[in-house]
C-alpha cells in the first residue's frame, strides 16, 4: 500500500502528463523546423544551378562525410553516461570550405549512420534502437544550431573557400559561438520541460563544460580546411586525421584506466553493502540527495559530480568495521562507537594513494562534523568546513531519518525536515537545511522522489 507520503495525488499526476506531453511536442516542433532547415539546405547544395560540382568539391564533400561520420563513431566515454567526439572539427571544416549548407546536410547524412558502442563495448546505440523522436530531434538540433551560427558568420563577412587569416577569425568566432548557443539552449529548453531545471544553472554549467572543447578543437578544424582547400587535399586530410585517431586511443586508454579505478572501489562498496544490511542503497540515495539539493543550491556541475562520487564512497570506511558493531541492533558502547567513529579516516586511507579520488578525502572525512564543532573526527565547525562537506552530512542525515532501520520505520520527508531545523546552527548548516526544507515542501525530495537519471539526447 505505501507510506502515505508515498501516494501520488491526482494534480501530481496531472503534472506528470502535461509536462511529457509539453516535452513531446516540443521535440516535435525542433524535429519539423530542423527538417526544413536540413531540406532547404540539401535543395540548395545539389539541386541549385549555382551549385556546380568539380570532381575536387565531390572529392571534399565525401572526406567530410567520412569524417563526421567516423568522429561521431569513436565518442570517448568521460563517465559512462558522457561522451565527448571531435565532430565538431569536420562541421567547422565543412563551414569554412563548403559553407554552412554543407554542414547541415553533412549531419543530415552521416547521422542516422551513426553506430555508438557503449561504455563497455557489449553494446550499441543506432538507428534501429533509439527511438525516432529523439534521432529527429538531435538532428534538428544541430540543424538549427548550424543554421543560425551560419546566418551570422555570413554577418560578420563569412566567405566559404577564402579562410586567408586574420580575417577568418571573426565569423569563425560567430559560427562557434552562435551555434554552440543555439544548442545549447534547445537541450536547456528540453530539461526545463522534462525535468523542471532553472535554466541559468545548467545553460552556464553547459557552456562551460563545452568551451574547453570546443576552443581547442576549432584550431584543427581550421587546419583541416586549409589542407581540403589544396590540391590533393582529400587525401592530406586523411592523412591528417590519422595523428588524430591515435591521440584519441592513447587518451582512451587514460580515462579506462580511471574507470577500472572506479570499479575496484565501487568493488569495495559492493563488499560493504553485503556485509551490513542498512547500507544497502543506502550510499546510491546519499549520492541522489545531494545531487539534488547541490543542484538546488546553484553548485556547478563539477562540484556536483565530485560531491556525488563522495556520496557513493563515504561510508567506504565502515568496511573495517567489526560485523558485530556494524549490524548491533542495541544501543552502542562508547569503545564500540569510537569504532565506528574511525570509518572515515579508515576511508580516506583506502583511498589516500588512487590519485583521481584526492578531491573526494577532504568530503569523506569531515561527513560527520557538526556545524557548531561536536562531531567528528577532528571536532571542525563552520567555515573550516567546505559547504560540499555539509550538503553531503545533511544528504547522509536525510537518508538515515526516511530508511527503515530494524528498529524503527522511516520517517516522512516532512518529519526529516522538521528534525533538519531543529538542528540547523547546531549540527546542520542552516543555508543547505532551508534549501532541503523548502525542496522537502515542493514535494521535490524523498525517497519517491529520487530521480531516474537524466536522458540527455
Avoid at 361 to 366: A, N, R, S, T, V
Wanted: some cysteine; glycine content about 6%; charged content about 15%.
Amino acid at each position: 500500500t505505501g507510506r502515505p507520503w508515498q501516494t501520488p495525488s491526482l494534480e501530481a499526476a496531472m503534472q506528470t502528463v502535461m509536462k511529457r506531453s509539453l516535452t513531446t511536442w516540443y521535440m516535435v516542433f525542433i524535429s519539423a523546423l530542423g527538417m526544413v532547415f536540413s531540406l532547404h539546405s540539401f535543395w540548395r547544395l545539389f539541386f541549385s544551378p549555382d551549385q556546380p560540382w568539380t570532381a575536387h568539391q565531390i572529392g571534399t564533400f565525401a572526406v567530410l562525410a567520412l569524417l563526421c561520420w567516423l568522429c561521431c563513431c569513436l565518442p570517448l566515454y568521460v563517465r559512462d553516461d558522457c561522451t565527448v567526439d571531435i565532430s565538431f572539427i569536420s562541421v567547422l571544416a565543412s563551414v569554412l570550405v563548403m559553407g554552412t549548407d554543407t554542414a547541415i546536410v553533412v549531419n543530415l547524412i552521416t547521422y542516422p549512420l551513426v553506430v555508438i558502442p557503449s561504455h563497455d563495448g557489449k553494446s550499441h546505440s543506432h538507428l534501429l534502437n533509439t527511438a525516432p523522436i529523439k534521432t529527429l530531434f538531435n538532428m534538428g538540433n544541430h540543424s538549427i544550431s548550424y543554421q543560425l551560427g551560419g546566418l551570422l558568420a555570413r554577418l560578420f563577412g563569412l566567405q566559404a573557400g577564402d579562410i586567408a587569416l586574420p580575417d577568418i577569425l571573426p565569423p569563425a568566432i560567430a559560427f562557434i559561438v552562435a551555434s554552440m548557443v543555439a544548442n545549447i539552449i534547445v537541450i536547456m529548453l528540453y530539461f526545463m520541460l522534462s525535468q523542471n531545471i532553472k535554466p541559468f544553472p545548467i545553460f552556464f554549467q553547459m557552456f562551460l563544460g563545452l568551451a574547453p572543447s570546443i576552443a581547442l578543437s576549432a584550431p584543427i578544424g581550421y587546419f583541416l580546411a586549409l589542407l581540403l582547400l589544396m590540391n590533393n587535399g582529400a587525401w592530406l586530410a586523411l592523412l591528417f586525421m590519422l595523428p588524430l585517431l591515435l591521440a584519441r586511443y592513447s587518451f582512451k586508454l587514460y580515462l579506462d584506466g580511471q574507470r577500472q579505478q572506479y570499479s575496484i572501489i565501487q568493488a569495495f562498496a559492493a563488499a560493504l553493502e553485503a556485509k551490513d544490511t542498512y547500507t544497502q542503497g543506502h550510499s546510491s540515495r546519499v549520492a541522489a540527495y545531494t545531487v539534488q539539493i547541490a543542484t538546488a543550491m546553484g553548485l556547478p556541475e563539477r562540484r556536483i559530480r565530485r560531491l556525488s562520487d563522495a556520496a557513493v564512497f563515504h561510508d567506504i570506511g565502515k568496511i573495517g568495521v567489526p560485523d558485530s558493531i556494524l549490524q548491533k541492533p542495541a544501543a552502542l558502547t562508547p569503545e564500540e562507537r569510537a569504532v565506528i567513529q574511525r570509518h572515515p579516516q579508515t576511508g580516506v586511507d583506502i583511498l589516500r594513494n588512487l590519485d583521481s579520488y584526492q578531491e573526494l578525502l577532504p568530503l569523506i572525512l569531515h561527513h560527520h562534523e557538526f556545524y557548531d564543532g561536536r562531531g567528528y573526527p577532528d571536532g571542525t565547525k563552520g567555515d573550516e568546513i567546505s559547504l560540499d562537506t555539509y550538503i553531503l552530512g545533511v544528504a547522509d542525515a536525510f537518508d538515515a531519518i526516511t530508511s527503515d532501520r530494524p528498529y524503527r520505520d522511516g520517517r516522512s520527508p516532512q518529519a526529516a525536515a522538521a528534525i533538519l531545523r531543529a538542528e540547523s546552527g547546531k549540527q546542520f548548516h542552516p543555508k543547505v537545511v532551508e534549501t532541503v526544507a523548502a525542496m522537502v515542501e515542493r514535494g521535490e525530495l524523498g525517497p519517491d522522489r529520487i530521480p531516474e537519471g537524466h536522458d540527455p539526447c
